[in-house]
Nanobody, 121 residues
């Protein structure tokens, strides 16, 4: 079984910073994409940033220049450094990853439970 566990959320004032972490554990064969999504109250879930196994990072326009995604393949961990936070960044942030388990031949998507980020004005 594979699990994704996020940490690092919290309460911060506008202009502040937070660093989110997501660790994948379990019977992991290999990991392809690792990404962060967020869902604000009353809004649809949106992709914030993604990091491919090949080292390519992509960002939502709303976070470009403020957020940075990185990954540590040896630790099966993806990070999201969030700087210059704004009240509109308030949301639950979820980790997503395409993982092939040690007992399968194909990849499937896994999701974490999410971590709450609240930015006050």
């Amino acid at each position: 079984q594979v699990q994704l566990v996020e940490s690092g959320g919290g309460f911060v004032q506008s202009g502040g910073s937070l660093r989110l972490s997501c660790v994948a554990s379990g019977s992991i064969g290999s990991i392809d994409l690792m990404a962060w999504y967020r869902q604000a109250p009353g809004k649809q879930r949106e992709l914030v940033a993604a990091f491919s196994s090949g080292g390519t990072a992509n960002y939502a326009d709303s976070v470009k220049g403020r957020f940075a995604i990185s990954r540590d393949n040896a630790r099966n961990t993806v990070y999201l450094q969030m700087n210059s936070l704004k009240p509109e960044d308030t949301a639950i942030y979820c980790c997503n990853s395409n993982i092939r388990t040690a007992y399968s031949t194909g990849y499937r998507a896994y999701w974490g439970q999410g971590t709450r980020v609240t930015v006050s004005s």
